[in-house]
């Protein structure tokens, strides 16, 4: 079937549109539309500016897809503080709705707006100006690279002037890819400002960005495995192939094999009852990638159960990456299954 390096160009493309991103929205106003609109609720902007010019800042939350991840950075620098992130529960869209409260955008005929769920507190809000400081050398180092990528440079929400790092002036959702979250949080830890001896990122706080990357990365994961199997559970003869009813899942947990996270092969494209199935070990996968009812269930009554049985022994669908030998074995080991 072939080595994950043999994948072809427009494979790799098509992977990369499906990754999840990372979005920064820079909030200064309290109300921010009020209502459903409200903060936490969801992201939105005019779709024009008041001259009828359109803002990148503005379009790019029609660009956001479910389970994208949005920062939140809140307020007025020196008094801006990045508070948490939500996840999107839908995709961006345009509405002639109205934010109850659109304040000085309320000239605007039509909105973008994306859908927010599962809000998450830092235990300690970053202050903006301390990260401006603490991290000026890899801010301004990735200021520089990005603004060498020219027409790709991504649509960030600061720029250096005058000496000096500050918020650029209506950016209001911003691209973050895993560079600028690194230059911005390091690596998830504390984080003290050397002169003054001041925590900038408390521990606490640092686990949960390092959690919230976790999560960054499975869902990337889950959606190139989805794509690696072109959208459709790899279970024998399983018909699903709608997207909201497939788990990209692992076959090794990600807790488990830090070594194998991120890697293709160790994924499989699954329905949610496959995926479920082969979770709680009801089956695995032999070494010839064949399905391996486990023998404890085999008397079972549940329907589930004798439907894996009909196709014991029977090969999955295999993709161009074909799963590791690895974490066959984790999976082996944990669900106690001997194929």
């Not at 920062?71 to 508070?83: E, K, Q, S």
């Not at 990638?289 to 269930?297: A, D, G, I, L, S």
Request: net charge negative; with cysteine; proline share 4%.
């Amino acid at each position: 079937m072939g080595h994950p390096a043999s994948l072809s160009l427009r494979y790799l493309a098509e992977l990369k549109s499906a990754t999840v991103m990372t979005y920064l929205e820079m909030s200064r106003d309290i109300d921010h539309g009020g209502g459903t609109w409200a903060f936490t609720n969801c992201v939105w902007a005019p779709t024009k500016k008041r001259d009828g010019a359109n803002w990148p800042f503005w379009e790019k939350v029609q660009e956001i897809q479910q389970h994208d991840i949005i920062i939140h950075l809140r307020g007025t620098p020196p008094n801006a503080y990045f508070v948490g992130y939500s996840v999107a529960s839908g995709d961006g869209f345009q509405t002639t709705r109205r934010p109850p409260k659109a304040g000085e955008w309320d000239y605007a005929d039509a909105f973008y707006r994306a859908d927010l769920t599962g809000f998450t507190s830092f235990h300690q809000p970053i202050n903006l100006t301390d990260v401006f400081t603490s991290r000026r050398a890899e801010l301004e180092s990735y200021f520089e690279l990005n603004n060498l990528k020219g027409s790709e440079k991504l649509n960030v929400f600061f720029v250096r002037q005058s000496g000096r790092l500050q918020c650029l002036n209506g950016a209001y959702l911003s691209d973050i890819d895993e560079a600028l979250l690194k230059a911005l949080f390091g690596d998830g830890h504390q984080i003290v400002q050397p002169a003054s001896n001041k925590v900038v990122i408390s521990v606490e706080t640092g686990s949960q960005i390092a959690l919230m990357r976790v999560r960054i990365g499975q869902a990337r994961f889950a959606d190139a495995i989805k794509g690696l199997y072109g959208d459709r559970c790899c279970f024998p003869e399983c018909t699903v192939s709608d997207a909201r009813f497939l788990v990209g899942a692992h076959i090794a947990r990600w807790s488990d094999n830090p070594k194998l996270r991120g890697e293709l092969g160790n994924g499989l494209c699954l329905c949610l009852i496959h995926d479920r199935a082969f979770e709680i070990g009801l089956f695995t996968l032999d070494q010839h990638f064949r399905v391996f009812v486990n023998p404890n269930f085999e008397r079972s009554s549940s329907s589930v159960v004798q439907d894996l049985l009909i196709h014991h022994g029977e090969q999955i669908r295999l993709a161009s990456v074909l799963p590791l030998e690895d974490a066959l074995i984790e999976h082996w080991i944990r669900t106690g299954i001997e194929p």
